[in-house]
């Protein structure tokens, strides 16, 4: 039986890569929809960027929807730094012919989780959390229906990666992260804990490549493009791979441990402004809200992700 998910993304090289894995593994993940979110770049790239990801993956029958074009109380902070100005630079994909859905993707979200049994949806972010804080705000029934939200944001021990102590997805909208936060519904998060633990290696680079087909060498063309910037700013041996962890969780969750803890995120401070406060060590009594996913096996997650790329066409 495939878990039935909804894809929530800002596209995105890594983001891409993590749509790729998703949309290899149709066995276990019924893949119903892909919402793009303004944050990386704009929303006009992203949700094209997505349009692209499903035509390259052979799934042209995945609808693709455009959600928020910014965060609900903030100005927009985006990544062309890291991501090209188009979002996807790297590869030359042709342009997308499957057409943007006209319906909200907010609306798509919650008419989705109203029409489906409880908890059989499961809720995949790899971006800012604007779309469904701003479905959870629209219609607070929702939260009682999701079957699990996981997503790729925040920081404890690594702290940040875009100030020095906030993760970029949750630093970009930390009020609909917050909202999130406190929604009720299961919640696991893959921090950059987990995701630097992932890196993109010459050797794994190289292996992508191998695989041959259209989807790997556009992915090894992706992050070849995007690992610039974080080989410089680290120094590893190679650029850790951020969202694919999401999908990954879901295929084979004994690749990774953590605990269930309080997260809680910061959005008053200037300082600390998008910082998720994970209490891992339970010196509070807070309500333990989140799966805090804190290691990662990079072997077998790249092992993973190289086997259903080889999938594709």
């Given at each position: 039986m495939s878990r039935k998910i909804i894809i929530d993304t800002d596209p995105g090289q890594d983001d891409a890569v993590a749509i790729l894995l998703a949309l290899a593994s149709p066995q276990e993940l019924d893949v119903l929809a892909i919402v793009a979110v303004a944050g990386n770049v704009g929303?006009?790239?992203?949700?094209?960027?997505?349009?692209?990801?499903?035509?390259?993956?052979?799934?042209?029958?995945?609808?693709?929807?455009?959600?928020?074009?910014?965060?609900?109380?903030r100005t927009l902070v985006t990544a062309e730094h890291v991501h090209g100005?188009?979002?996807?630079?790297?590869?030359?994909?042709p342009d997308p012919t499957v057409?943007?859905?006209?319906?909200?993707?907010?609306d798509y979200i919650i008419d989705?989780?109203?029409?489906?049994?409880?908890?059989?949806?499961?809720?995949?972010?790899?971006?800012?959390?604007?779309?469904?804080?701003?479905?959870?705000?629209?219609?607070?029934?929702?939260?009682?229906r999701i079957a699990e939200i996981v997503l790729m944001g925040g920081a404890y021990f690594e702290v940040g990666n875009i100030t020095p102590a906030a993760e970029f997805n949750i630093y970009v909208d930390p009020e609909a992260a917050d909202v999130v936060m406190r929604c009720g519904a299961p919640?696991?998060?893959?921090?950059?804990?987990?995701?630097?633990?992932?890196q993109s290696t010459p050797a794994r680079l190289?292996?992508?490549?191998?695989?041959?087909?259209?989807?790997?060498?556009?992915?090894?063309?992706?992050?070849?493009?995007?690992?610039?910037?974080?080989?410089?700013?680290?120094?590893?041996?190679?650029?850790?791979?951020?969202?694919?962890?999401?999908?990954?969780?879901?295929?084979?969750?004994?690749?990774?441990?953590g605990r269930r803890c309080n997260v809680s995120i910061e959005t008053t401070s200037e300082l600390t402004r998008g910082m998720t406060v994970a209490d891992y060590w339970h010196v509070t009594n807070r309500d333990r809200?989140?799966?805090?996913?804190?290691?990662?096996?990079?072997?077998?997650?790249?092992?993973?992700?190289?086997?259903?790329?080889?999938?594709?066409?």
């Open positions: 929303l006009h790239h992203n949700a094209t960027n997505a349009r692209k990801i499903v035509e390259l993956a052979g799934r042209s029958d995945i609808p693709v929807y455009a959600g928020c074009s910014g965060p609900m109380r100005e188009t979002g996807l630079d790297g590869p030359d994909l057409p943007l859905q006209t319906q909200h993707g907010v989705t989780l109203m029409a489906a049994a409880p908890g059989t949806i499961t809720l995949c972010a790899l971006g800012p959390l604007t779309n469904i804080a701003m479905a959870l705000i629209k219609q607070p029934a929702i939260a009682a919640i696991t998060m893959l921090p950059l804990d987990v995701t630097h633990q992932m190289a292996a992508m490549l191998a695989i041959g087909n259209n989807s790997a060498t556009a992915a090894h063309a992706m992050l070849t493009f995007s690992e610039t910037f974080d080989l410089v700013k680290y120094g590893w041996a190679g650029a850790p791979l951020h969202d694919p962890t999401v999908i990954a969780f879901l295929l084979l969750p004994e690749l990774f441990e809200n989140v799966n805090y996913l804190r290691n990662g096996d990079a072997e077998g997650f790249y092992d993973l992700l190289l086997d259903r790329l080889a999938r594709l066409p």
